[in-house]
Nanobody
Framework: QVQLVESGGGLVQSGGSLRLSCAASGSTLTIRFMGWYRQAPGKQRELVATIDRRGPSNYGDFVKGRFTISSDNAMTTVYLQMNSLKPEDTAVYYC??????????WGQGTQVTVSS
């Protein structure tokens, strides 16, 4: 199993920045992909960004160059640097890991609130 612990969420004004962190533990050598997803109230969970052992692999269209995903070499910690935040970025942000057997693991989520 993989355990994911997120940190870094909070309240920020529009135009500000936040850096989210996700620490993975357990069977971390089995991780193939890691990523960030977000879910606003009443909306479906959506992709923010993903990363594999070769580097960032995907970004949601709404990111538009504002967010950057990164990880350490072991891919036991993944980060999401969020700049130029907008109120519509307000959501619960979830860390995700997928192993080589396509099993998904999720963090508890961290709230990001962007005020106008």
């Amino acid at each position: 199993q993989v355990q994911l612990v997120e940190s870094g969420g909070g309240l920020v004004q529009s135009g500000g920045s936040l850096r989210l962190s996700c620490a993975a533990s357990g069977s971390t050598l089995t991780i193939r992909f890691m990523g960030w997803y977000r879910q606003a109230p009443g909306k479906q969970r959506e992709l923010v960004a993903t990363i594999d052992r070769r580097g960032p692999s995907n970004y949601g269209d709404f990111v538009k160059g504002r967010f950057t995903i990164s990880s350490d070499n072991a891919m036991t910690t993944v980060y999401l640097q969020m700049n130029s935040l907008k109120p519509e970025d307000t959501a619960v942000y979830y860390c995700n890991a997928r192993n080589w057997n396509q099993n998904n693991y999720w963090g508890q989520g961290t709230q990001v609130t962007v005020s106008s």
